[in-house]
């Protein structure tokens, strides 16, 4: 064979390989989702929003969870979104070029990437002992801990793209900072700023080791933050590893309801990046 | 991006922004601008202060040799890092090499093969992989993975190469499913849009010049890849594969599904481990606040920070070093 056929035998090689290896992950997400689909969709039934969870055999729900997971979701973007936020800002306006500017944009890519465990593990230390229990506040600030870094680096990515025109329109016109900031950069960045806030709470609404150091979860109903939580994905992470054949049907039902609602954020905040870029 | 606020030109406006006006909101508000970004960088010490303080106490118990002491045994009270730590860089190595040719396969595809329209939806679909939550992984490897190798991987794996001296270590047991290799390959799938997005990333930003010059010479599409655009990158893409071993190390729920959970330590790829993270996971019900086993456990997850912290410090050296020279 020439050398001009076996480099070109070479490079159709490669081409089909690589052409596999796409095909391949493309196959392992439709297998993960059909997993889901097909065991997940026969437990799905009205009682798993309306009953809360029983002993096996009794025909529990997972309302207690869904509930839960929703409450600690929604106070930790209560705590984290402003801070993220305002951290994000700092890093694009003020911090730029700075020193304090990058190491708080090194600290905040760390934190990113760090394993979420050791954040369950640090909120156990911080509030579990020394208040004697766990809580749903525990669980929430641990999911804030987890949220912070995504808002910030989407924030810092979206007010860096805000064209310093516009800034400097505003600044020509006498606005103090902080009026040119909330009414004119954050306004231009917004929907930016929302994909970034939605991306986080995908994140949130799946992460299941910091829970277990910090709400435990909760097998009755539980509202109450001062006390033991249930949630979402603890309650697979139970029902999953248990004996009982409906318990797993409803880890299940409960695994494809998170995938459901955590694809749907994602694949949402992308079209929506991809319109502004 | 000349329209965009960049470097010092960025400098000029900014600072002269919060000087005429004189006014109390202002610095009130650049006030808390600052202070949550001095949170930011507390909060880090903060993480890293409790889990110190968290685990002193097993590191002074045991000592130094806490480290790679093998033991741990809940009953007699000793305990030791060694198993853990070997089983987490043993199964991230693992990920990282199922994963890398995967990476460097997609991201030709993606960059170089896919037709326009075609590209943008797989690129889209393979990042799902990495949407898909954690303990998502651990069931469907639980359930689907782990009975697939035990059937149909492991017995002719076992068959053929544990006879062969040396390699055939690696291939011994019996074939449980669950184990090192099951958890690496798990780890590959969920690493795997991570890496691949940054390769794409770091492609992408390779000179068209150069890759048009090495066409001109007649190089195949393979060539071009291999030859100059990979050479081009290649201290980012490093940092991306660190990145990748990064996450591996730290994963918890899927690993805990998949691994065994075995305190033991094995070389044999089937055979069931622990790392860190799904120790920490597995045995915190089982310890009671005060217990030298809690501590033992805190000083654990203390290792993993420091292992994960210079890991992903390295990988952020090298990605940035890149990509913005």
Same mark, same amino acid.
């Given at each position: 064979m020439s050398s001009l056929a076996r480099r070109r035998a070479t490079d159709y090689t490669v081409k089909v390989i690589s052409t596999g290896f796409a095909a391949l992950s493309l196959v392992l997400l439709a297998w993960i989702l059909w997993t889901l689909i097909s065991r997940g969709l026969p437990a799905l039934g009205p009682h798993v929003f309306t009953r809360i969870t029983l002993p096996p055999g009794a025909g529990g729900g997972l309302l207690n969870a869904i509930v839960g997971s929703l409450i600690q979701i929604g106070?930790?973007?209560?705590?984290?979104?402003?801070?993220?936020?305002?951290?994000?800002?700092?890093?694009?306006?003020?911090?730029?070029?700075?020193?304090?500017?990058?190491?708080?944009?090194?600290?905040?890519?760390?934190?990113?990437?760090?394993?979420?465990?050791?954040?369950?593990?640090?909120?156990?230390?911080?509030?579990?002992?020394?208040?004697?229990?766990?809580?749903?506040?525990?669980?929430?600030?641990?999911?804030?801990?987890?949220?912070?870094?995504?808002?910030?680096?989407?924030?810092?990515?979206?007010?860096?793209?805000?064209?310093?025109?516009?800034?400097?329109?505003?600044?020509?016109?006498?606005?103090?900072?902080?009026?040119?900031?909330?009414?004119?950069?954050?306004?231009?960045?917004?929907?930016?700023?929302?994909?970034?806030?939605?991306?986080?709470?995908?994140?949130?609404?799946?992460?299941?080791?910091?829970?277990?150091?910090?709400?435990?979860?909760?097998?009755?109903?539980?509202?109450?933050?001062?006390?033991?939580?249930?949630?979402?994905?603890?309650?697979?992470?139970?029902?999953?590893?248990?004996?009982?054949?409906?318990?797993?049907?409803?880890?299940?039902?409960?695994?494809?309801?998170?995938?459901?609602?955590?694809?749907?954020?994602?694949?949402?905040?992308?079209?929506?990046?991809?319109?502004?870029? | 991006?000349?329209?965009?606020?960049?470097?010092?030109?960025?400098?000029?406006?900014?600072?002269?922004?919060?000087?005429?006006?004189?006014?109390?909101?202002?610095?009130?508000?650049?006030?808390?601008?600052?202070?949550?970004? +001095?949170?930011? !960088?507390? $909060?880090?010490?903060? /993480?890293?202060?409790? @889990?110190? %303080?968290?685990?002193?106490?097993? =590191? &002074?118990?045991?000592?130094?040799?806490?480290?790679?002491?093998?033991?741990?045994?809940?009953?007699?009270?000793?305990?030791?890092?060694?198993?853990?730590?070997?089983?987490?860089?043993?199964?991230?190595?693992?990920?990282? +090499?199922?994963? !890398?040719? $995967?990476?460097?396969? /997609?991201?030709?595809? @993606?960059? %170089?093969?896919?037709?326009?329209? =075609? &590209?943008?939806?797989?690129?889209?679909?393979?990042?799902?992989?990495?949407?898909?939550?954690?303990?998502?992984?651990?069931?469907?490897?639980?359930?689907?993975?782990?009975?697939?190798?035990?059937?149909?991987?492991q017995p002719p794996l076992i068959e053929w190469l544990g006879p062969i001296p040396l390699i055939g270590a690696l291939f011994q047991g019996p074939p449980l499913g669950a184990g090192m290799l099951t958890a690496g390959v798990i780890l590959a799938i969920m690493i795997l849009p991570f890496i691949t997005a940054m390769f794409v990333e770091v492609l992408e930003s390779v000179p068209p010049m150069l890759k048009e010059s090495a066409y001109g010479v007649g190089a195949t599409t393979y060539e071009v890849y291999r030859n100059v655009s990979v050479p081009y990158g290649r201290t980012a893409m490093v940092g991306a594969v660190m990145l990748g071993l990064g996450r591996a190390l730290g994963e918890t729920m899927a690993v805990t599904f998949v691994i065994g959970n075995a305190t033991r330590m094995s070389a044999s790829l089937f055979a069931p481990g622990s790392t860190i993270a799904s120790t920490i996971a597995n045995e915190f019900p089982e310890a009671s606040i005060g217990s030298l086993k809690l501590q033992s456990l805190m000083q654990l997850g203390f290792i993993l920070f420091v292992i994960s912290f210079i890991v992903l410090a390295l990988s952020r050296m090298l990605v940035r070093s890149k990509l913005k020279g």
């Open positions: 106070v930790a973007l209560v705590i984290g979104t402003p801070i993220g936020l305002m951290c994000g800002t700092f890093l694009s306006e003020n911090g730029r070029n700075t020193q304090v500017g990058n190491a708080v944009r090194f600290v905040n890519d760390v934190l990113l990437s760090a394993p979420s465990i050791l954040i369950g593990l640090f909120v156990y230390q911080l509030l579990v002992v020394p208040f004697g229990g766990f809580s749903g506040w525990a669980g929430s600030l641990a999911l804030a801990i987890l949220i912070i870094p995504v808002v910030v680096r989407t924030t810092e990515d979206m007010l860096n793209l805000v064209p310093i025109g516009l800034r400097e329109a505003a600044f020509a016109l006498g606005a103090p900072q902080w009026k040119v900031v909330i009414m004119i950069t954050w306004r231009a960045a917004r929907a930016g700023i929302v994909t970034g806030i939605l991306l986080s709470l995908a994140r949130a609404a799946g992460e299941t080791a910091p829970l277990l150091f910090t709400s435990l979860g909760n097998n009755g109903w539980s509202i109450s933050m001062d006390q033991p939580m249930a949630s979402l994905p603890i309650a697979i992470y139970q029902y999953a590893a248990s004996p009982f054949e409906d318990w797993v049907a409803l880890a299940w039902a409960g695994a494809l309801l998170i995938t459901a609602g955590v694809l749907a954020l994602n694949i949402v905040s992308r079209l929506v990046l991809a319109q502004m870029k | 991006m000349d329209a965009t606020l960049s470097g010092t030109q960025a400098d000029a406006v900014l600072k002269t922004a919060h000087k005429p006006t004189g006014r109390i909101s202002d610095p009130i508000f650049v006030g808390i601008l600052w202070s949550c970004g +001095i949170f930011v !960088l507390l $909060l880090l010490g903060l /993480i890293i202060a409790m @889990l110190f %303080e968290g685990g002193f106490p097993a =590191l &002074r118990e045991f000592g130094i040799s806490f480290l790679w002491s093998t033991d741990w045994n809940p009953v007699t009270e000793k305990f030791g890092a060694g198993v853990m730590v070997f089983g987490t860089l043993f199964s991230a190595v693992i990920a990282v +090499i199922v994963a !890398l040719p $995967l990476s460097f396969g /997609i991201a030709f595809f @993606l960059t %170089e093969i896919a037709a326009g329209p =075609l &590209r943008r939806p797989i690129g889209v679909a393979i990042q799902l992989l990495a949407a898909i939550p954690s303990i998502i992984y651990g069931m469907w490897g639980f359930f689907v993975v782990v009975p697939l190798i035990a059937a149909y991987v």
